[in-house]
């Protein structure tokens, strides 16, 4: 019986411990406040972050982080939330491998999460999960393919043998950069996609974005040394599609709500809106085109309004596709 650990119990560290105690394993579910994961524990449900799934009996909710002997670490905390996990936890973190189970590009030094750890935990065996998989569909056992992704073919094929179920079917890459570029830059995009339809431009108007959005994407991608394939597999263009175009997504629902200026539940992580002011830097840094990903930071800093954000995009020049 395989025994894993899952460092972070919002949704997606919730959902993933569900599946994989579903499938027989042993599964230490690590939340960073005691209360709740004596709560998890007692009411056998994460009703805060992941109401109406029950955990299985193989879930052990423990706010005491103890990774000794497990085949996995899996690290599902905030992809801005990662460095300031990792100091607090570097001793528990040595040993087996990490797996990083955010997206995102840290604001402060423009890593993506793969890439942090790697620096951070020098010498640990590191991989990546990303790709289209929301935490609602993945606790209730429906049907989800994700990327598992690590540098050493090796240690991708073990981990892909060891996370995958029956349900939850991961496709192996060695490419950990393109990997962590899609999970980010699809929620920047997302944003933008929900502004569309928030501001009422309409349909059209969000699958011209999502269409330009993946071109932004492969620039970067490509500028900083990932497989341009990467980013039309998984990782990339499935999450960027159903980020964009479901109501599950928090970065779209943020989006909509912007761009119908309404408000949005400020407890609610959205990754994307840091995501878009780092890459926008990065973009800056190294000469790498992003117009859209420009437009959402300038706008998450009120530097354009809606209206003034949809005229600069417009107003570009027509070029070839």
Not at 186 to 198: L, M, Q, S, T, Y
Not at 264 to 274: R, Y
Not at 280 to 297: F, K, N, Q
Request: aromatic residues 2%.
């Amino acid at each position: 019986m395989s025994r894993i650990v899952i460092a972070g119990a919002g949704a997606f560290g919730t959902a993933l411990a569900t599946a994989l105690a579903r499938d027989g394993a042993q599964v230490m579910l690590w939340a960073r406040d005691a209360e709740h994961a004596a709560e998890m524990a007692r009411v056998r449900e994460n009703a805060r972050r992941l109401p109406g799934v029950s955990l299985p009996e193989g879930v052990e909710p423990t706010a005491d982080l103890r990774p000794k002997g497990a085949e996995a670490l899996l690290i599902a905390v905030p992809m801005q939330a990662m460095a300031g996990f990792v100091a607090d936890h570097r001793t528990a973190l040595a040993g087996g491998p990490l797996v990083a189970c955010c997206k995102g590009v840290a604001l402060d030094t423009l890593e993506g999460p793969a890439t942090m750890l790697a620096r951070l935990c020098d010498g640990a065996e590191v991989a990546l999960l990303s790709g289209p998989g929301f935490a609602a569909d993945i606790g209730r056992g429906l049907p989800t393919g994700m990327t598992l992704a690590a540098g050493a073919p090796a240690l991708a094929e073990r981990l892909q043998r060891l996370l995958s179920t029956p349900v939850l079917r991961l496709y192996r890459s060695t490419d950990p950069v393109g990997v962590e570029l899609g999970g980010a830059l699809k929620n920047v995009v997302a944003i933008a996609a929900g502004i569309a339809i928030g501001a009422g431009l309409g349909d059209s108007a969000r699958a011209a974005l999502i269409t330009r959005g993946h071109a932004e994407m492969l620039r970067l991608a490509q500028a900083r040394g990932a497989e341009p394939a990467t980013l039309s597999g998984l990782s990339g263009f499935g999450d960027l599609v159903l980020t964009c175009t479901s109501e599950k997504s928090r970065n779209f629902r943020y989006g909509q709500a912007l761009g119908a200026g309404l408000t949005f539940d400020a407890a609610t992580t959205v990754e994307g809106a840091a995501t878009a002011r780092a890459v926008a830097r990065l973009a800056s840094e190294i000469g790498v085109e992003m117009p859209i990903t420009a437009m959402v930071a300038a706008l998450l800093d009120e530097r354009l309004s809606i209206a003034q954000a949809v005229e600069a995009l417009l107003a570009r020049p027509l070029t070839d596709e």
